[in-house]
């Protein structure tokens, strides 16, 4: 095991260095992440990336050109007066540009800082102050956001609007200037710097449902080494079509823009289409072959093909994470469209990536419902990631699929510690608190039981809400599920089902128990079902159940 071998002792027990008798005689490596882009420009020039840009028009550009755009954007950066280390923002869609601004920005040195348009103006203010932007680049539909809040903004010099010239509105946003005007005379054949070891990337702030965002300072040598690790870790083909559907603002779109062009995979951006239809209809003309996306975003697809009778003939693997999937998600995609789905987990404090579950060889000679019950499983570790299980006060537990407990991670692409804290995130042995509650089996998969803070404590047990939601959702008439824990005088706390129904309308109560019973043991079915039109979802599309857990807090106590 690596928590055990001579490698990871010297990776985190510093102070024993000294211990190392002689130093390998290989070159220092201080990689800088526009050495992938250079790659992809010299081996995969004509692969195409191709958008979905605001006005709903294809556009097609390919590595070179990327290359080529994000030379000439960290000189017009550098002639800006732009400096390494300095913070610059995005607050933009998954089209080209993006990706163009992921190796300029970083690529001279500076820290691309991606932003959620989804966010609320507060938090959007805090982090933008906290991170010290110099400069916004923006999305066109953005701009007004921008406006409205531009006066809180302490740092910013200038906005840059991501669009042609011609194309540039009126606006009160100060120095703005378009996109292709500021890269215009920028310089093709710029050279990228040789950065520190250890040197800034990009910075991503986790959602922060309770208290301020928190930022996370990705170096480029943690996301070479998180993409190079991804590539081994995901069934990835050379000339797969990838359909880019996580955002290119929420924890660096899994590392799809520096592992995609490391291997020239043709990259299809659905920009703002993120509905059924126009996503469907860009699988279909971009022959895409692996789609990479969370459960929200495919029910929406799946229920469009259904609706529609069409088949996804194209895709053969959808990686999916997020949050958990489930089992219709997945038989769905297995019976009706023959795609393998390869279940994937991770958070931004982690790069994203920490495992995923890739079929083995064993499993093509299972039954169905054993295969599927693997794939549910959030995964094996992939290479460079460790984790453990411990109980309340810390104890390791066994991995033996029954003990659940805190999940902890290490590893090279796991944060040390949040942008600007004081202190460490991780304990003295590096080990970061994932916030989940985990079970661990002996073949080395990880189920994710539920976020700690959402577990239901009834009657001193522990009722997994992922496990009951799950259940809820394979029932025909339910579009999705939340279950919240609910203070109970009796129980502690007692489960609630929220449910958004494919009619809108609800169905009777009875027909979902009765549906549940012999899926669930009889001590987690949901004492109450609530219909609503629809759920909270925060920025990144996650659940917010401590809205619902706040508005029926009452509910039991008041019986
Ligand atoms: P946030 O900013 O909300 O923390 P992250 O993307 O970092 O956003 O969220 C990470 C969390 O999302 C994980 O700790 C886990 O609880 C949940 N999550 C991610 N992938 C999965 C998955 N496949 N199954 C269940 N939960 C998941």
């Not at 080494?225 to 955002?247: C, F, G, N």
Request: charged share 25%.
């Amino acid at each position: 095991m690596l928590s055990n071998n001579v490698a990871s002792y010297i990776i985190y027990n510093k102070q024993d260095m000294g211990a190392i008798q002689m130093i390998g005689d290989m070159q220092k490596w201080t990689p800088n992440v526009a050495g992938i882009i250079e790659h992809a420009k010299e081996i995969h020039p004509q692969t195409e990336i191709i958008s979905r840009l605001v006005s709903g028009e294809i556009h097609r550009s390919n590595y070179e050109k990327v290359c080529i755009r994000s030379r000439k954007l960290a000189s017009a950066l550098e002639k800006d007066g732009i400096k390494k280390g300095d913070v610059v923002a995005t607050l933009a869609l998954n089209t080209y540009r993006h990706l163009e601004m992921y190796y300029g920005i970083s690529g001279m040195g500076a820290v691309t800082h991606t932003l959620n348009f989804r966010l609320h103006p507060e938090q959007a203010v805090y982090i933008i102050n906290h991170a010290e932007d110099k400069i916004i680049f923006v999305e066109l539909p953005f701009v007004p956001i921008l406006e409205g809040l531009q006066d809180k903004l302490n740092k910013i010099q200038k906005y840059i609007v991501l669009c042609e010239e011609h194309e540039m509105p009126e606006t009160s946003l100060k120095n703005a200037i378009s996109y292709e005007e500021y890269i215009k005379d920028g310089d093709e054949e710029y050279k990228w710097p040789i950065l520190d070891d250890d040197a800034a990337c990009a910075l991503c702030y986790t959602s922060g449902t309770t208290g301020n965002p928190k930022g996370v300072l990705y170096s480029h040598k943690s996301n070479v080494l998180h993409a190079q690790a991804a590539l081994t870790a995901m069934t990835i083909q050379p000339d797969d079509s990838i359909l880019m559907v996580v955002p290119l603002f929420h924890v660096l779109a899994w590392g799809i823009p520096y592992f995609g062009p490391m291997n020239g995979l043709k990259l299809v951006m659905p920009g703002m289409q993120m509905e059924g239809e126009p996503l469907y209809e860009l699988i279909d003309q971009e022959d895409v072959s692996l789609a990479f996306g969370v459960p929200t975003i495919w029910m929406g697809l799946l229920a469009y093909c259904r609706e529609n009778n069409k088949i996804l003939s194209s895709v053969k693997n959808t990686i999916i994470g997020g949050s958990a999937l489930s089992l219709a998600t997945l038989q769905e995609f297995d019976e009706v469209h023959d795609v393998n789905v390869i279940h994937a987990w991770g958070m931004t404090e982690m790069s994203p990536l920490g495992t995923t579950n890739v079929p083995t060889p064993e499993m093509q000679n299972m039954s169905k419902e054993e295969k599927y019950a693997i794939q549910l499983k959030q995964g094996r570790p992939i290479y460079g990631v460790e984790l453990k299980v411990v109980d309340d006060s810390g104890n390791e537990l066994a991995k033996d699929g029954k003990s659940q407990g805190h999940l902890m991670v290490r590893g090279p692409w796991i944060l040390q510690k949040y942008f600007k804290a004081d202190k460490d995130a991780v304990d003295a042995d590096g080990w970061f608190d994932t916030g989940d509650i985990s079970v661990l089996d002996e073949d080395g998969y990880m189920t994710i039981k539920d976020r700690a803070k959402d577990v239901i404590k009834s009657g001193g047990e522990w009722i997994s809400s992922i496990d009951l939601e799950n259940a809820a959702f394979g029932h025909p008439e339910v579009a999705e599920a939340c279950v919240v824990g609910i203070p109970h005088p009796k129980w502690d706390e007692r489960p609630m089902l929220f449910i958004v129904t494919n009619s809108g309308e609800p169905v009777e109560k009875k027909s979902i128990i009765d549906f549940l019973s012999d899926k669930v043991a009889k001590w987690w079915l949901p004492d109450e079902i609530v219909f609503l039109k629809e759920l909270p979802h925060g920025a990144t599309g996650k659940l917010q159940k401590f809205e619902l857990r706040e508005e029926y807090s009452n509910h039991y106590m008041e019986k």
